[in-house]
């Protein structure tokens, strides 16, 4: 792209940061500022607005990792949902994808990284909210079945029924890019492990 008008600095500086969003070149960012500032730019304040609401309310739950506006997320603190059922996803999002679904009504737990997760906090929770069914709800991949291998490993002591999606879902690519129909036959077909 040329090189935009010195005097265009807080243009070009949106532009800049609009690129760096995941899947956003520099010719769609430059398509999505112009609609912003001048096209439309009530949409514009609001997504400015949003954005600013956003940053300062969104946090991680303490308990799930998922998101949510307190300390704990509405799904953590909601007992219709201890239904001994926990779902391990690889995202805070996927929790979204999953809930759309409405075929899962018991709770979640986040493992982003294997590094920094705290197994014994999660061993305590599956004994205090005596869970009896792990589903692991990751994208199908070697990795993830690596991970699986190595949670079950870590849980085997707990005698709990191990779960993974698989139906219908192809490997190597993230929750969010599986179509729906797709991803609910997935989870309603779940396979032991
Ligand atoms: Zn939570």
Same mark, same amino acid.
């Given at each position: 792209m040329? #090189?935009?008008?010195?005097? %265009?600095?807080?243009?070009?500086? %949106?532009?800049?940061?609009?690129?760096?969003? #995941?899947?956003?070149?520099?010719?769609?960012?430059?398509?999505?500022?112009?609609?912003?500032?001048?096209?439309?730019?009530a949409l514009g304040l609001n997504i400015a607005e949003s954005i600013n609401e956003a940053l300062h309310s969104t946090r991680k739950c303490?308990?799930?990792? =998922?998101?949510?506006? =307190?300390?704990?997320?509405?799904i953590c603190v909601d007992s219709m949902r201890s239904n001994g059922k926990l779902?391990?996803? =690889?995202h805070p999002k996927d929790i979204f994808l999953?809930?759309?679904?409405?075929? *899962? *009504? =018991?709770?979640?737990?986040v493992l982003?990284?294997?590094?920094?997760?705290d197994f014994e906090a999660l061993i305590k929770r599956i004994e205090k909210e005596k869970i009896e069914e792990?589903? *692991?709800? *990751?994208?199908?991949s070697l990795s993830s079945d690596v991970l699986i291998t190595h949670l079950q490993d870590k849980l085997a002591h707990l005698n709990l029924k191990f779960t993974k999606i698989a139906q219908g879902v192809p490997s190597n690519v993230n929750l969010d890019n599986i179509d729906h129909f797709s991803?609910?036959?997935?989870?309603?077909?779940r396979v032991d492990l």
């Open positions: 040329a #090189p935009m008008d010195k005097q %265009l600095n807080s243009f070009s500086n %949106l532009v800049e940061a609009l690129s760096k969003l #995941p899947s956003i070149g520099k010719k769609s960012a430059l398509k999505m500022a112009y609609t912003l500032c001048i096209d439309d730019v303490n308990i799930c990792g =998922g998101l949510s506006e =307190g300390e704990v997320c509405h779902c391990i996803v =690889g999953i809930e759309s679904l409405k075929e *899962f *009504f =018991g709770k979640y737990c982003e990284s294997i590094k920094d997760f792990i589903i *692991f709800a *990751f994208a199908p991803l609910s036959k997935a989870f309603i077909y």
